[in-house]
């Protein structure tokens, strides 16, 4: 068999295409727009399970084309991490211009059902694709405020569903948006810190003072906090249709203490190993809090 027809295998495409597209974290990301889905449906927003589909196709299809953009935007710098060094374009399996076809088409189809669902959805897509690829990917290696700039993209999928179910940006999308920016943080800036060395040899600034030093873990510890205030605010009435009762309201500040913890404990050890660990943290964290609230929801 030639190499042609080899790279053409459907295996392989298949897995290139999961690697493009990033497909555990995209698929994250779509639990977290239905997650937002199922808190925004109601007597007045019922719940459609062809809207359900078309948000985690239309999320998918969202999340795959900014990280396709991103790798093709990024082909020699992601040579040079360990990490990212064998991802398709990096590596030579997949041409730049295959590359961006794939990333267009996902953006086209994306948004396009996001659009059926309702504008509002199709336009805060639109804006995470935006943000991801033209604001946050360029300065990840100039500065850190990329991380800041990034929150903002990474916080919309949670609030997307939301909108998704009611058609209406309000108090209640806002927290959900609140609650995922704040978590933004310490999440990316664990990365950051255990893939410290890794990110230097393609010169990005992940890490707040460019260092992992006291001052980096300190904020780590103060975003944190922040996420877990902002965590409760749906049980105290001032979010709208977001509510969450007194079980759930002490089973999310357990989770939150939980989370502070494991940040305080990389501000003793500062070691990689401590940052890996509270990475692997906040990722339980975040998807435990949205079956919380969820729960919440159907059960109160």
């Known amino acids: ?42 007597a007045s927003n019922p719940f459609h399970w062809m809207t359900l589909l078309i948000l985690a196709v239309g999320g998918y299809c969202m999340v795959g084309a900014s990280n396709a953009f991103n790798q093709v935007i990024e082909k020699d710098l992601d040579a040079l991490m360990d990490r990212t060094k064998n991802r398709p374009v990096a590596s030579g399996r997949m041409a730049p211009n295959t590359a961006l076809f794939v990333a267009s088409s996902l953006t086209i189809t994306g948004l396009v059902l996001l659009y059926t669902i309702n504008p509002k959805s199709a336009m805060f897509g639109a804006v995470s694709i935006f943000l991801y690829t033209s604001v946050y990917t360029p300065l990840k290696s100039v500065t850190p405020l990329a991380v800041f700039v990034g929150a903002f993209p990474g916080a919309i999928p949670f609030m997307l569903g939301w909108v998704a179910a009611t058609n209406h940006f309000g108090i209640e999308a806002g927290t959900l948006f609140l609650i995922q920016f704040f978590w933004q943080f310490p ?94 943290v906040s990722v339980a964290y975040i998807t435990l809090l949205q079956i919380i609230y969820i729960t919440d929801k159907f059960l109160r």
């Open 187 to 280: 999440h990316f800036w664990a990365i950051g810190w255990f893939l410290f060395e890794d990110y230097k040899k393609a010169g990005f600034f992940m890490l707040p003072t460019g260092q992992r030093d006291n001052r980096t873990a300190l904020q780590i510890v103060l975003y944190t906090f922040w996420l877990i205030v902002a965590s409760v605010l749906p049980a105290f009435g001032y979010t709208g249709q977001l509510f969450i009762g007194p079980i759930a309201t002490v089973l999310v500040l357990l989770l939150g203490l939980w989370m502070l913890y494991y940040t305080f404990q990389l501000y003793r050890l500062r070691t990689p190993k401590a940052a890996r660990v509270l990475m692997l």
């Open 1 to 42: 068999m030639d190499t042609h027809s080899t790279s053409l295998h459907p295996l392989k495409l298949f897995r290139d295409f999961k690697e493009i597209t990033k497909a555990g974290l995209a698929v994250s990301v779509v639990f977290s727009s239905i997650a937002g889905y199922l808190l925004g449906i109601s």
